[in-house]
């Protein structure tokens, strides 16, 4: 109940040493009485070490090596992945997203602060006279110019978890901002390396393009010579058209990623053309690589952070439910003029005060808060698998490119001696073509093997470097910019 009365009645000053009194009692009980639990960390177990990775891997992360695509020695590269971490679009819509997590914060937590509103009113009242007094009643006007001032003291730490999952929520915005940067880093790393790898594919295909039209002209003065038949030409032919048919697929690849690399820089597609025009060979990979321990990923990969912070949230958001089931404190006041004309209402006799408190307590409700805490209980659940499945995402992650990168480098050692011999079977070939001592379908098939080999080479120098991007990413970090971009945002 709310008390009315003018500022010099003698029963004020008692009335509000009794608000106050109840004001430093809810005080007192507030900071002693917190509903809820308070978040405890259960990291699933991990292993010792990487099971794809050589021991010589396995040390301690270097954090300086967060930006590793400046190991890959491609001054081009650290252009674009600088300008994509300053201008990509989606990178840009999670520091939105921080901001606004940033605001939700403030919101929730000025809850702990009283409110003050100002007021002015105009209100005309007249009688009904059918009612018993209305004809006894006269018109009324009153002017009122006020300040409402009402406090909920935090008796439960309904505010209190209600900020702590705000500020946890935050945290982990500012976590999707670095998983975004490096999601951004790779693929940009990614597309570059598709760039020139095409690139140096295509150059390889139109090279042997020229070297099988040179076999087919050898092919055509034997067959005007009446040396060789008909059918020799149209195999030289087909050769050369099968190997000119992939020279499109190759150019389209190109454009692709160089489309791609546009887009992800914060341009249009073909505004990039010009700079990377010379750009025609893969950066190689450093062959060995420092891929530390499992547990760093906890620490290191900024999706998993991410996850863990938003079940901390979770786990907050328990305790505002919880608090739903005891009662609510507010203390309330008004303090203003009033007067039936405005010529009155500044006059000093025309103050009036209201103070004091009201109770609501929740004592049925259907069995809604229970559902709601039962609801944000399983929330928790949920929040808890999915930190766990992260972890086991990004476990996966590391482990797939480790072996990738390990694998591919095998393979490319074989392509590389099968390459070597596929070139002297195509000397040999042609050197016992011409002296008659073999048909040319084996001219034909050694070219085609020597193509393909070449081709497969080109791609598995590619995909080393595209494997190791691939686990630079998925062994996370941070990026001095995005450090940078992120302390000016907070403060």
């Given amino acids: 109940m709310t008390a009315r009365f003018p500022l010099d009645r003698g029963a004020s000053a008692q009335s509000v040493r009794s608000a106050v009194w109840l004001g430093v009692c809810a005080l007192t009980f507030a900071a002693c009485s917190t509903v809820g639990r308070d978040y405890e960390r259960k990291a699933p177990t991990l292993p010792e070490q990487f099971h794809g990775a050589p021991p010589s891997a396995v040390g301690a992360q270097d954090e300086r090596s967060s ?3 400046r190991r890959l020695d491609a001054p081009v590269l650290e252009r674009l992945v600088a300008r994509a971490l300053e201008h990509n679009r989606d990178l840009g819509g999670a520091l939105a997203r921080l901001e606004r997590a940033r605001a939700l914060r403030g919101v929730a937590s000025s ?5 003050l509103a100002a007021r002015g009113s105009y209100e005309h009242r007249r009688e009904s006279p059918n009612t018993p007094f209305g004809g006894f009643i006269p018109r009324t006007n009153v002017h009122t110019l006020a300040f409402d001032a009402a406090w909920e003291p935090d008796l439960w730490g309904r505010v209190q978890r209600s900020t702590e999952a705000a500020g946890r929520e935050l945290a982990a915005s500012e976590a999707d901002v670095r998983a975004v940067a490096v999601l951004i880093a790779a693929e940009v790393a990614g597309e570059y390396v598709e760039l020139a790898a095409s690139r140096r594919r295509l150059e390889i295909a139109q090279a042997n393009v020229e070297l099988q039209e040179r076999t087919l002209a050898l092919v055509r003065s034997r067959a005007e010579a009446g040396l060789v038949g008909p059918r020799d ?14 020279l499109p697929l190759l150019r389209a690849s190109a454009a692709i990623a160089e489309h791609r690399l546009a887009v992800l820089t914060g341009v249009a597609p073909g505004e990039l053309k010009d700079e990377l025009a010379g750009v025609t060979q893969a950066p190689r990979a450093p062959l060995a690589l420092v891929v530390g321990v499992p547990a760093d990923l906890l620490r290191r990969r900024p999706d998993v952070a991410a996850a863990e912070l938003r079940l901390a949230a979770q786990v907050a958001r328990v305790g505002v439910s919880e608090a739903e089931l005891y009662p609510q404190l507010v203390l309330g006041g008004s303090l203003g003029l009033a007067a039936n004309s405005a010529e009155d209402v500044l006059d000093f006799e025309s103050d009036f005060l209201s103070i004091g408190p ?13 559902a709601a805490i039962a609801a944000q209980e399983a929330s928790v659940t949920e929040a808890q698998l999915a930190w766990e499945q992260s972890v086991l995402l990004a476990l996966e992650e590391a482990e797939n490119a480790l072996t990738n990168f390990a694998r591919e480098q095998e393979r490319r050692a074989s392509l590389d001696s099968a390459a070597t011999q596929a070139r002297r079977a195509v000397d040999l070939a042609q050197t016992q073509y011409r002296e008659g001592l073999t048909d040319f379908q084996a001219v034909v098939d050694s070219q085609r093997v020597v193509a393909g080999l070449e081709d497969e080479l080109a791609a598995s120098d590619a995909a080393i470097t595209s494997h190791a991007i691939a686990l630079f990413k998925a062994l996370g970090g941070e990026f001095e910019s995005i450090e940078a971009r992120l302390a000016s945002a907070a403060r």
């Fill in 67 to 69: 930006e590793w695509w």
């Fill in 111 to 115: 809850e702990q602060w009283p409110t």
């Fill in 233 to 246: 030409v149209a195999q030289a032919l087909a050769s050369v058209e099968s190997t000119r048919a992939r």
């Fill in 358 to 370: 009201s109770l609501r307590w929740n004592l049925f409700a259907g069995g809604r808060i229970r």
